[in-house]
């Protein structure tokens, strides 16, 4: 059964760092395209970044240069280091694997890690 | 502002159907793929590629696709559909994925 969970949200002040992690069974992250997608309150989804299987990356303009996407292929984990955190940058953050035989769509989601950044 | 426009709200008779809509350029080059989205829950996938449905989503969903435009359809709608959808395929350069703004529906 394939499973994704997210940890390591929490409260941080702004300017702070967090990182986020989200352990995959079922499947191999290294093989996969994987996402962070995140969710302000009360608002629609965004997608944050994306780890491609050959170990490319890819990010939305609002967190380039302050984010990195990355695996630990031993532990079937992906990570999201925060770095500058911001108050716009509070939301809900999901991991979702994209369908590797599909068109691209998020076909596993996690629960999700609240991330709020607030003083 | 989001590259994919959908509808904020959209009601429905309990039984009817009801289409929710998602506008963009990408949608002419890429598939648009649908999320349910209940309060305090993770989205799921509901419809993806021409119209395809993962297993265990109702065949009350169904996709569409015309020019720019990608189209939900829920025949029937029950009281269990009431949720926020949104849409998500590429952005206008194909470089990474996209999310329109999300409609909420209610059944009534």
């Known amino acids: 059964e394939v499973q994704l969970v997210e940890s390591g949200g929490g409260l941080i002040q702004p300017g702070g760092s967090l990182r986020l992690s989200c352990a995959a069974s079922?499947?191999?992250?290294?093989?996969?395209?994987m996402s962070w997608v995140r969710q302000a309150p009360g608002k629609g989804l965004e997608w944050v970044s994306v780890?491609?299987?050959?170990?490319?990356?890819n990010y939305a303009d609002s967190v380039k240069g302050r984010f990195t996407i990355s695996r630990d292929n031993s532990k079937n984990t992906l990570h999201l280091q925060m770095n500058s955190l911001r108050a716009e940058d509070t939301a809900v953050y999901y991991c979702?694997?994209?369908?590797?035989?599909?068109?691209?769509?998020?076909?596993?989601w996690g629960q999700g890690t609240l991330v709020t950044v607030s003083s | 502002s989001s590259e994919l426009t959908q509808d904020p709200a959209v009601s429905v008779a309990l039984g009817q159907t009801v289409r929710i809509t998602c506008q963009g350029d990408?949608?002419?080059?890429?598939?648009a793929s649908w999320y349910q989205q209940k309060p305090g829950q993770a989205p799921v996938l509901v419809i993806y590629?021409?119209?395809n449905r993962p297993s265990g989503i109702p065949d009350r969903f169904s996709g569409s696709s015309s020019g720019n435009t990608a189209s939900l359809t829920i025949t029937g709608a029950q009281a269990e559909d009431e949720a926020d959808y949104y849409c998500?395929?590429?952005?206008?350069?194909?470089?990474?994925?996209?999310f329109g703004g999300g409609t909420k529906l209610t059944v009534l």
């Open positions: 990408s949608l002419r080059s890429y598939y």
């Open positions: 979702a694997r994209e369908d590797p035989s599909g068109f691209g769509e998020f076909d596993y």
């Open positions: 780890i491609y299987s050959g170990g490319s990356t």
């Open positions: 079922g499947f191999n992250v290294s093989s996969n395209y």
């Open positions: 590629g021409k119209n």
């Open positions: 998500n395929s590429r952005d206008s350069s194909g470089n990474h994925p996209v």
